[in-house]
């Protein structure tokens, strides 16, 4: 089965600031891109960090003030202080930054954006090198793909590649990304992972599953227990 890697949604026209762009000129290039985000890369193209928007309002947040810390608070603080007291990138920046190689899935850049609580990953190569940015949105372009395509691919890639079950033998229906397919599987096992495999495609919305089977394979016979007599 075909798996759509982040280098196929990504951004690859990155703007990027360097270790010594100062705050102003960041926050004027935020402005004008109308991004809430820049990567900040070496001399070679290399990703050091990530300067966002809620970095550069710590400046704003802590201005003028004098925070008394808990024990608990101590240490975020005192890393919010210094950012706040920043003037170029490299003291203003989240480092390292948390980023994805261009090969791995989107499932894979959604989870690690989920877990990380990131709105967007810096994409490099197996150098550390930037070749694009995926974001939230770029993610969810998927669900834009035409029905006709998803509708191939579950027919071709899935039933047929994955599967190796006759795609003539289903009706599969594709309506706003939403799959019904009908159709009859040997073995009751096979129709969860039928589903499971489909709700992976890019752009499913949804899997209505109307498949039946002719064995029902999940329904363990036991053996009757025989008593041993000495």
């Not at 809430?36 to 970095?55: F, T």
């Amino acid at each position: 089965m075909r798996r759509h890697s982040v280098a196929e949604v990504m951004t690859t026209d990155v703007v990027t600031v360097q270790e010594q762009t100062g705050y102003k000129e960041i926050v004027e290039t935020m402005t004008v891109l109308g991004v809430s985000a820049l990567p900040v890369v070496d001399d070679a193209g290399r990703v050091l960090g990530i300067v966002s928007e809620a970095d550069l309002l710590l400046k704003i947040e802590y201005a003028g003030t004098e925070p008394q810390p808990s024990v608990l608070r101590r240490r975020r603080i005192r890393t919010a202080l210094q950012k706040a007291n920043g003037d170029l990138a490299r003291d203003i920046m989240s480092a390292p930054a948390v980023v994805i190689a261009p090969q791995e899935t989107i499932a894979a850049a959604a989870k690690r954006m989920a877990d990380e609580k990131v709105k967007r990953l810096p994409v490099v190569n197996s150098s550390g090198h930037l070749v694009g940015v995926v974001s939230r949105s770029d993610l969810l372009r998927s669900f834009l793909r035409p029905d006709d395509d998803i509708r191939r691919e579950v027919r071709e890639e899935i039933l047929l590649a994955t599967m190796w079950l006759d795609p003539n033998s289903f009706t599969v229906t594709v309506d706003q990304g939403i799959v019904t397919m009908h159709g009859s599987v040997d073995r009751k096992s096979m129709i969860p992972i039928v589903v499971k495999l489909v709700r992976g495609v890019a752009g499913v919305v949804d899997v209505i599953d109307r498949l039946t089977y002719r064995f029902d394979d999940t329904h363990r016979v036991t053996e009757p227990v025989v008593p041993f007599v000495a």
